[in-house]
C-alpha cells in the first residue's frame, strides 16, 4: 500500500553563535509512516520544548530537515517545485493554536474563504464559490447564514477555530497539522472542535497530525500516540494503553499532572522536577529529571517493545527487544 507520509530518520538541529556555536537538537531521529489509504489522527504530544511545533513545521515544508528525509506521496518535500509543490501547499493543511491570528479584523468571514479558492481556481464561477462555502462550513457544523458576512470579532472564539478548519476543508486535503487547536478555545467549546476534526477523518478520509501536550483531548480524539521529550520519542503505541498504563517514566509523570475529575484520586502525587537549562544531550534525554535513573542510562536507550502497539525507550525494559527507530510505525495502530 502507497503512503501518504513518510519521516525518515529525521533530525533538526539549530545552531546558535558565530564564535562559540552551540547547537540545539530540536529533534532527533524521527521516523514515522502514514498509509495513502487509511486515514488517521496520530497525537504527537509533549511539553513545550519537545520539538512538536518543529515537527509540525518540518511537516509542513517551513522549516528542512538537518538530516534525514519527510517524503509525501512518493516525493522528497525538499525538492517539490511547481505544479507538485502546489498540490503539496494544497492537500496538507494546518490549523493552529491561535483562532484569532489568522483573521485580518478589517475583512469578513467570506474574504478569508475566497483567497484559498481563488489561489488554488478551485471554483468555476462565484456560485461555484458559493457552495463550497456552505459545504465546508456545513461540514464543521455551522451554519453558513450564521457566519458569512460577519467580521472576525462578532464571532465566538469556537466560531473562529471552526471556520479556520472550514478553510483548510475547503482544499480537500488528504493530511491535517493540527498544533494545539483547542488549547485557546473555552473548554466548553472543545469537544466540538475536536469532533469536527473526527469528522474530518472518519467522513472526508483526512489524516490528522494532532499536536498537543494535553493527553486528556489526545486521549478522546487519537488512536495513537508519539510522546516527546526534548527532540526523542519517550513512548509510543496505542492512545488507550499509553495513556492507561504508561511505562516509561515521563509519560507517567505527563498522566500523573492530568487534573482527574475523581476526587478520590490525588492530582500530581508524583512532582514533575522543574526543567534543568543544562541538562546533558547525552544518554537518556529525560536522566536529569528521571526518579528511576541508573548509571547504563548515560547511554542513550534504544526502543524497546513492550507489546504489539507499545513501545517506550527506557532501560527499565531493556529485556524486551529493541525496535529500530524506523520501524516505529509498525507498532502504532492504523
Ligand atoms: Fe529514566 Fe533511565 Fe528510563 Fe531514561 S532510560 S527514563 S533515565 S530509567
Same mark, same amino acid.
Given at each position: 500500500?502507497a503512503n501518504?507520509?513518510?519521516?525518515k530518520?529525521?533530525?533538526?538541529?539549530?545552531s546558535?553563535?558565530?564564535?562559540n556555536?552551540?547547537?540545539t537538537?530540536?529533534l532527533?531521529?524521527?521516523?514515522?509512516?502514514?498509509r495513502e489509504n487509511?486515514p488517521? &489522527?496520530?497525537t504527537?504530544?509533549g511539553?513545550?520544548?519537545s520539538? @512538536?511545533?518543529?515537527?509540525?513545521?518540518l511537516?509542513?515544508g517551513?522549516? !528542512?530537515p538537518?538530516?534525514g %528525509? $519527510?517524503?509525501? /506521496?512518493?516525493k522528497?518535500?525538499?525538492?517539490l517545485?511547481g505544479k507538485q509543490?502546489?498540490?503539496f501547499? /494544497?492537500e496538507?493543511q494546518a490549523v493552529?493554536? +491561535?483562532?484569532f491570528?489568522?483573521?485580518n479584523?478589517f475583512? !469578513?468571514?467570506?474574504h478569508?474563504?475566497t483567497?484559498?479558492?481563488? /489561489?488554488?481556481?478551485?471554483?468555476?464561477?462565484?456560485?461555484d464559490?458559493?457552495n463550497?462555502?456552505?459545504?465546508?462550513?456545513t461540514?464543521?457544523?455551522?451554519?453558513?447564514?450564521?457566519?458569512?458576512?460577519?467580521?472576525?470579532? %462578532?464571532?465566538?472564539?469556537? %466560531?473562529?477555530?471552526r471556520?479556520?478548519?472550514?478553510r483548510?476543508?475547503?482544499?480537500k486535503?488528504?493530511l491535517?497539522?493540527?498544533?494545539?487547536?483547542v488549547?485557546?478555545?473555552?473548554?466548553?467549546?472543545?469537544?466540538?472542535i475536536?469532533?469536527?476534526l473526527?469528522?474530518?477523518q472518519r467522513?472526508?478520509?483526512?489524516?490528522? &497530525?494532532?499536536i !498537543?501536550h494535553?493527553?486528556t483531548?489526545?486521549?478522546?480524539?487519537?488512536?495513537?500516540? &508519539?510522546?516527546?521529550?526534548r527532540?526523542?520519542v519517550?513512548e509510543a503505541?496505542?492512545i488507550?494503553?499509553?495513556i492507561?498504563?504508561?511505562r516509561?517514566p515521563?509519560?507517567?509523570?505527563?498522566?500523573d499532572?492530568i487534573?482527574?475529575?475523581n476526587?478520590e484520586?490525588r492530582?500530581?502525587?508524583?512532582? $514533575?522536577?522543574?526543567? +534543568?537549562?543544562?541538562?546533558s544531550?547525552e544518554?537518556c534525554?529525560?536522566r536529569s529529571?528521571?526518579?528511576?535513573?541508573?548509571? $547504563?542510562? @548515560?547511554?542513550?536507550?534504544?526502543l524497546?517493545? &513492550?507489546?504489539a502497539h507499545?513501545?517506550?525507550?527506557?532501560y527499565?525494559?531493556?529485556?524486551?527487544p %529493541?525496535?529500530?527507530p524506523d520501524?516505529?510505525?509498525?507498532?502504532?495502530?492504523?
Open positions: 500500500m501518504l507520509l513518510e519521516l530518520n529525521v533530525s533538526k538541529v539549530y546558535r553563535g558565530l564564535i556555536t552551540k547547537a537538537i530540536a532527533q531521529d524521527i521516523s514515522l509512516t502514514l487509511e488517521t &489522527i496520530l504527537v504530544a511539553e513545550s520544548g520539538g @512538536k511545533t518543529t515537527l509540525a513545521m511537516l509542513l517551513f522549516t !528542512t538537518t538530516t %528525509q $519527510i517524503i509525501y /506521496r512518493g522528497n518535500i525538499t525538492t517545485h509543490r502546489m498540490a501547499r /494544497r496538507v493552529f493554536q +491561535d483562532p491570528a489568522v483573521f479584523p475583512y !469578513t468571514v467570506d478569508l474563504l483567497v484559498p479558492i481563488r /489561489r488554488f481556481k478551485l471554483a468555476k464561477s462565484r456560485a464559490a458559493r463550497r462555502m456552505d459545504e465546508a462550513l461540514a464543521v457544523g455551522l451554519r453558513p447564514e450564521d457566519v458569512l458576512g460577519r467580521f472576525p470579532h %462578532q464571532l465566538s472564539g469556537g %466560531q473562529r477555530q471556520i479556520n478548519v472550514a483548510a476543508l475547503l482544499l486535503p488528504r491535517l497539522i493540527a498544533d494545539e487547536p488549547s485557546m478555545v473555552d473548554a466548553s467549546l472543545r469537544a466540538n475536536l469532533e469536527t473526527r469528522n474530518l467522513d472526508h478520509g483526512v489524516s490528522i &497530525i494532532y !498537543t494535553d493527553l483531548t489526545a486521549y478522546h480524539i487519537s488512536k495513537s500516540i &508519539i510522546v516527546l521529550y527532540g526523542a519517550m503505541g496505542d488507550d494503553t499509553v492507561k498504563s504508561p516509561h515521563y509519560t507517567q509523570l505527563l498522566v499532572s487534573p482527574w475529575p476526587l484520586k492530582w500530581g502525587v508524583q512532582p $514533575i522536577k522543574a526543567r +534543568d537549562s543544562g541538562a544531550t544518554g534525554r529525560f529529571r528521571c526518579p528511576m535513573a541508573m548509571e $547504563i542510562c @548515560k547511554t542513550p536507550p534504544p524497546f517493545r &513492550i507489546d507499545h513501545t517506550a525507550s527506557c527499565l525494559y531493556a529485556e524486551q %529493541q525496535v529500530a520501524h516505529l510505525s509498525e507498532l502504532l495502530p492504523a
